[in-house]
């Protein structure tokens, strides 16, 4: 191969510099290991973690220079003869690093096939948000059909995929959103009811006839989660997602006591080296969902690769209301 042929467009962190100093380079394509695939990006999901990475905040230290992007839809080009995949076959999956660029390299266990029936920047919306919803409502919470779940922060990328599959497993939903846009949001991805963050604890308890739910889902905390507690029913779980809203919030272990409470920590691996979740068994339970709509992501925008800096840009300054996407290749 001739050596141009070896270079490819890639979204470079040179300096931890925040979204706005990540550059558009020609780099040379990454080279395969065993046991990795090589996939060549159609299209890739903007993701909090971009935000960390471009930072050098995230918890997974990348020596610069690197290319950041965390979850792609491609064709894989390259894989060993033994993973199950072969060059031409369609993919989603995640990478530690890598994804914003022509081509991407990751653990053969990262990926799992596309049907043909999704698009890729459809399917490139997907990955961390539906694996990590499937992970915490199925692995982690448990959730049987019939069970009241609250779900904070509903009209978020993770929000929506927790009020997706929480009602296929036959759940009713109710989702605390911030206002009427997000409010109709959560609704039309299948809330049955949606109440206010400034007043959740009483409209729950309304709601419930005074019981409380079974189910807290909380990517947001701070100052929600004591009221989060006070709104489960007795023996109900609460599910530790995340921080948006912005402190990490303590407990007094007395309330768990009283009213036979779990508080459960919730931290979808997909993303590290070592990981404890497995990628084709989760597929396995989703697939089927993704191929009949009940997992379509909420897109807001589709960019072009040159505008994938400013997508992690609008991420960082919390300018959007789905998923943004870059399409990669037409
Ligand atoms: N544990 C895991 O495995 C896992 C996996 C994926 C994501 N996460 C985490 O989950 C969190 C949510 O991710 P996401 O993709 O859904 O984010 P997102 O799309 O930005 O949504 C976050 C939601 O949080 C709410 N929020 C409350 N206070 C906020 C504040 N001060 N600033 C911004 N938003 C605030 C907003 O809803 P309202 O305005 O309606 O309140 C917003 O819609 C992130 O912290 C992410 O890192 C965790």
Not at 187 to 200: K, L, N
Request: aromatic share 6%.
């Amino acid at each position: 191969m001739r050596h141009h042929d070896t270079l490819m467009r890639a979204v470079r962190n040179t300096t931890h510099g925040g979204p706005r100093l990540l550059e558009i380079q020609r780099v040379a394509r990454p080279e395969r290991a065993p046991g990795e695939v090589l996939v060549e990006v159609h299209a890739a999901g903007v993701a909090y973690p971009d935000v960390l990475q471009s930072r050098g905040e995230y918890q997974l230290r990348i020596p610069l220079p690197f290319t950041v992007g965390c979850e792609f839809a491609g064709r894989v080009v390259e894989a060993d003869e033994d993973s199950g995949f072969a060059p031409g076959d369609r993919v989603i999956g995640v990478a530690g690093s890598g994804a914003f660029a022509d081509y991407v390299v990751t653990p053969a266990d990262r990926v799992v096939p596309l049907p043909d029936q999704v698009d890729f920047v459809a399917a490139a919306a997907m990955p961390i948000n539906v694996f990590s919803a499937d992970f915490a409502l199925v692995e982690r919470g448990r959730l049987q059909p019939g069970e009241t779940v609250l779900i904070h922060g509903a009209a978020g990328g993770l929000g929506i995929a927790l009020t997706q599959q929480a009602k296929l497993h036959g759940a009713r939903v109710i989702a605390v959103v911030s206002t009427p846009e997000k409010a109709e949001l959560a609704r039309r991805v299948g809330a049955d009811e949606t109440i206010s963050p400034y007043d959740f604890l009483s409209e729950t308890r309304r709601l419930t006839g005074g019981r409380g739910v079974d189910m807290v889902l909380d990517p947001v905390g701070g100052e929600r989660f004591t009221d989060s507690l006070r709104a489960l029913a007795p023996r109900g779980r609460l599910l530790v997602l995340g921080f948006t809203g912005g402190s990490i919030p303590t407990v007094r272990v007395n309330r768990l006591l009283l009213t036979n409470t779990t508080i459960i920590g919730v931290a979808w691996e997909g993303l590290m080296p070592v990981s404890s979740v497995s990628l084709p068994e989760q597929w396995g339970r989703l697939a089927e969902h993704v191929l009949d709509g009940a997992l379509t992501p909420v897109i807001s925008e589709v960019v072009s690769f040159e505008h994938a800096p400013d997508a992690v840009a609008e991420l960082d300054e919390r300018r959007t209301t789905g998923k943004i996407v870059v399409r990669v290749r037409e």
